[in-house]
C-alpha cells in the first residue's frame, strides 16, 4: 500500500511540474499578445507622428519659399562668391546712307591676379615665373615693376597695368596660356568697349564725344545719351566646397543705334572748302585762323532735316582733349563781372605751344585754363554761338510787312542814303527809287526802316516771335543757346531799336534760327522742326521709332512766300549776292554783314564784322537752303560779303551735282 501510494504520489507530483510549466509558459505568451485596444492605440500614435512629420515640412517649406533670398544670401555670404559684369555695347550713329560715323570696338583690359600667380603648389610656386616671362614676352610692360608689385601684393585680386587692348594685341598670349600643361596663371583679361569714330573729325560738332565712362558730351551723342546706352549684363554664382562654380548668367542690352540725317559725303564736302578757306586767310591781316569761327548748314527746305553742318575750327573726336587742335585760336579766360558772375572772355593771345605750356604750368587760377578753352573748341558754333544776323534779315521784315497788310508788291520808297530816327542819322549804301524787289536786292536800310515803321513795334515783335527768334528751335542737339534774352519786347522797344532791328542789328541769333526760319519764308510758309536724326533701331535691325518731318507752325501765307522767293532770287541775278550764283543753277538767297560788339570796350567795333550769305536751290522750287557765316574774317577789311557768297558758291559746285539737283540754266 505505501509503495503504491508512493508511486500515485510522485506521478501526480510529475504531473503537477507539467501543468505549472504549461501555465506559466500561457501567461507568458499572453503577455507578449496584442489586445485589439493596445493596436489601436498604437496606430493613433504612429498616425500622430506623421502627422507631426508632414506639419514640420509644410512649415520648413513656407519658411524657405517666405525667407528664400535671406536665407540664400546667408548661405552664399559663407561660400567663395564671384560676380562679373558684361558691358553693353554702345550704339551706333549712323549717317542717311548707313555709314558709320560713331561705333564701340571690343577691348581688353589686363588684370593681374597676384594670389593666384603667387599660389604655391606642393610648396613651390609654380606659375609665377612662367607668368612674369609671358607677360614681357607678349606686352610692352615695365616687368621690374609688374614684379615688385606681386612681390609686395601677394593676396592681391585686382591690378590693371594695361587698358583697352585690341584683340590682337591679346590673343599670342591667350594662347599661350590655352596650352596643354601651361603654367600661365593668374592673368585675365576683363571686356570693354571703346568708342571709335571711323573718320576723325568729320561732323565733330554734330556728333560729340564720350567720355571715359561712356557717357555722351556734346551734339548727338550728348542728346541721345540714353538712346545709345544700354544696360550691363552680369555673370554671378558661387564657389561650392568641390570648387566648382554654380553660376549665372544675365545678358547685357546693347544700347539703340540712331540713323542721322548727315550725309557723310556732303559733309566731307563742306568741310574741305572750311578748311581750305581756313588755310586762304590764315596769318593773313594778323597771326592765327582764317577767321574766328565760321560755320555751314545744310538743311532740306521742305523736312527741316541736317544735311550737313560744320564749323572751323575743329578736333579729332577720337582724341577730343588733344590741345594741338587749338592752336590758332585766341585764348578764352574767365573773369568775374561786376554783378559777381563768371563770364568767359576772349583775349587778344592766339593759341601756341608756348601758350598751352603757360597755361598747364599756370596754377594760380580756381579753373584749369586749358580744359576751359578746349570747351570752348568743343562748342558747336552753328547752335550755341549768337550774333547779330545783318542783312540776312531784311526778307523777315517785308514777309511779316506783307502779312500785316501793310505794304503790297506794288508798293515803294524813296532811299536818299540816310534816314534819322530817334535823333541819330542811320546810313544806307543804296539810293534812289526802290520797289520791295529792289530793296531786298540792293539790300536798302532806308527802306526796311520805314517798312518796320509803318508796321509798329508791336508787330515787328510778334514776327519775331513767329519766325522763332528769341526761341529755342529745339533741334536735337545738346547745347543749343537761348536768345530770349537777346531780342527786344514792344515794351523795351524804343524807335531807334525798330530801325536797326529792321535789317538785322541790335538782336541777336544762332544760325539754326535763322536757316529755320528762311525755309519758311521760301517754302511755302511751313515752319519745320529742325532734327538730325530720322530713325532709331535695335541692335538687330528693327525699327524702334520712326522720327518723320514735324511741321510746327505757317509761319507767312504761300503767296507771301512766292513774293519773298522772287525778291532772293533777284539778289543772286543782280543784287548783292551775285558771286554766289553757280553756274546752271537760279540761286536765291540774301547776304548778311553784321557789326560787332568789342569784347573789351562792350561797343560796337569800327573794324570787326560778321558776314554771311543764306540761299536756296533752286530758287523757284527749293529743294535745299545753304546758310554760311564767317566771324571777323582775318583780313584788313571784313565787311564784305563777298566772302560768304564765293564760299557757299564753292560748297554748292559739288553739293548739287551729288544731291542730283538738275541744272535749270544753260550754261
Given amino acids: 500500500m505505501r509503495a503504491g501510494k508512493k508511486g500515485n504520489v510522485r506521478q501526480f507530483k510529475k504531473t503537477g511540474a507539467v501543468r505549472t510549466v504549461q501555465n506559466r509558459r500561457e501567461k507568458a505568451g499572453n503577455k507578449n499578445r496584442f489586445s485589439i485596444k493596445m493596436q489601436k492605440k498604437v496606430v493613433v500614435l ?11 515640412s509644410v512649415r520648413l517649406v513656407w519658411i ?52 593666384v600667380m603667387t599660389s604655391k603648389v606642393k610648396d613651390e610656386m609654380k606659375y609665377l615665373e612662367p607668368t612674369l616671362q609671358a607677360l614681357g614676352e607678349y606686352f610692352d610692360l615695365d616687368m621690374t615693376e609688374i614684379r615688385e608689385y606681386v612681390n609686395t601684393n601677394p593676396t592681391s585680386s585686382w591690378y590693371v597695368p594695361l587698358k583697352q587692348l585690341t584683340y590682337d594685341q591679346i590673343s599670342g598670349f591667350q594662347e599661350a596660356q590655352a596650352e596643354e600643361d601651361s603654367n600661365i596663371k593668374g592673368v585675365w583679361f576683363e571686356e570693354e568697349y571703346k568708342r571709335i569714330y571711323p573718320y576723325g573729325s568729320l561732323a565733330a560738332d554734330a556728333i560729340g564725344f564720350t567720355t571715359t ?3 555722351g558730351s556734346y551734339g548727338l551723342e550728348e542728346y541721345y545719351n540714353d538712346i545709345l546706352n544700354g544696360v550691363n549684363g552680369r555673370e554671378y554664382g558661387y564657389l561650392n566646397d568641390d570648387l566648382a562654380m554654380e553660376r549665372t548668367v544675365k545678358s547685357a542690352v546693347d544700347g539703340y543705334d540712331i540713323h542721322s540725317t548727315i550725309d557723310a559725303n556732303l559733309q566731307m564736302i563742306v568741310e574741305k ?68 558772375y563768371y563770364e568767359i572772355k576772349k583775349t587778344n593771345t592766339i593759341i601756341d605751344q608756348s601758350v598751352i605750356d603757360a597755361m598747364e604750368a599756370d596754377d594760380s587760377k580756381e579753373y584749369d585754363p586749358v580744359y576751359l578753352n578746349l570747351n570752348y573748341l568743343w562748342k558747336n558754333f552753328c547752335i550755341t554761338d549768337t550774333y547779330e544776323p545783318g542783312s540776312t534779315a ?99 522797344m524804343g524807335p531807334t531799336d525798330l530801325a536797326t532791328n529792321s535789317f538785322g542789328q541790335n538782336f541777336n541769333v544762332t544760325m539754326i534760327e535763322i536757316i529755320t526760319g528762311f525755309c519758311s519764308l521760301v517754302n511755302g510758309g511751313y515752319y519745320y522742326e529742325p532734327h538730325m536724326v530720322d530713325k532709331i533701331t535695335n541692335a538687330s535691325g528693327a525699327t524702334v521709332k520712326n522720327i518723320e518731318p514735324r511741321v510746327l507752325k505757317q509761319t507767312i501765307s504761300e503767296s507771301t512766300s512766292a513774293l519773298i522767293r ?24 540774301k547776304t548778311g554783314t553784321a557789326e560787332t560788339i568789342d569784347p573789351m570796350t562792350n561797343k560796337r ?43 557757299a558758291r564753292s560748297i554748292l559746285m559739288e553739293a548739287l551735282p551729288y544731291l542730283n539737283i538738275f541744272m535749270t540754266e544753260e550754261l
Avoid at 72 to 79: A, F, G, I, N, R
Avoid at 439 to 468: D, H, L, P, W
Avoid at 609 to 626: K, L, T
Fill in 566 to 589: 522772287q525778291y532772293c532770287q533777284a539778289v543772286v541775278d543782280y543784287g548783292t549776292g551775285t558771286s554766289a550764283k553757280p553756274p546752271g543753277y537760279k540761286l536765291g538767297g
Fill in 394 to 492: 531784311k526778307p523777315f521784315t517785308v514777309a511779316a510787312a506783307l502779312e500785316q497788310g501793310v505794304v503790297s508788291p506794288n508798293t515803294s520808297f524813296e532811299c536818299t542814303g540816310v534816314l534819322e530816327v530817334g535823333g541819330y542819322p542811320i546810313k544806307c549804301h543804296a539810293r534812289g527809287h526802290m520797289s520791295l524787289e529792289n530793296a531786298i536786292a540792293t539790300s536798302c536800310n532806308v527802306t526796311m526802316m520805314k517798312i518796320a515803321q509803318m508796321m509798329g513795334k508791336e508787330y515787328f515783335c510778334k514776327f519775331q516771335n513767329i519766325f522763332n527768334f528769341g526761341l529755342r528751335t529745339n533741334i536735337d542737339l545738346a547745347g543749343e543757346a537761348r536768345t530770349a534774352s537777346l531780342i527786344y519786347k514792344p515794351e523795351d
Fill in 273 to 340: 572748302y572750311l578748311k581750305k578757306f581756313n588755310e586762304e586767310y590764315q596769318n593773313k591781316a594778323r597771326t592765327g585762323n582764317g577767321a574766328e569761327n565760321v560755320g555751314c548748314i545744310i538743311m532740306k527746305a521742305n523736312a527741316g532735316e541736317i544735311l550737313a553742318m560744320a564749323s572751323y575750327p575743329t578736333y579729332d573726336l577720337n582724341d577730343p582733349r588733344n590741345p594741338q587742335a587749338m592752336f590758332g585760336s585766341r585764348m578764352v579766360e574767365q573773369v568775374t563781372n561786376a554783378n559777381g
Fill in 64 to 115: 524657405t519659399r517666405k525667407n528664400e533670398n535671406k536665407y540664400q544670401k546667408q548661405v552664399l555670404s559663407q561660400q567663395g562668391y564671384t560676380s562679373t559684369v558684361i558691358p553693353y555695347r554702345r550704339g551706333n550713329i549712323l549717317d542717311a546712307r548707313g555709314t558709320r560715323l560713331a561705333t564701340s570696338e571690343k577691348v581688353y583690359n589686363l588684370v593681374i591676379d597676384a594670389k
Fill in 213 to 215: 565712362d561712356g557717357q
Fill in 46 to 56: 504612429y498616425a500622430l507622428v506623421l502627422l507631426a512629420f508632414v506639419g514640420l
Fill in 605 to 647: 567795333s569800327e573794324n570787326e564784322y560778321v558776314v554771311s550769305f543764306i540761299g536756296c536751290v533752286p530758287a523757284d522750287d527749293p529743294e535745299i537752303a545753304i546758310y554760311v557765316v564767317v566771324d571777323r574774317l582775318n583780313a584788313e577789311k571784313q565787311d564784305n560779303a563777298r566772302v560768304a557768297t564765293v564760299l
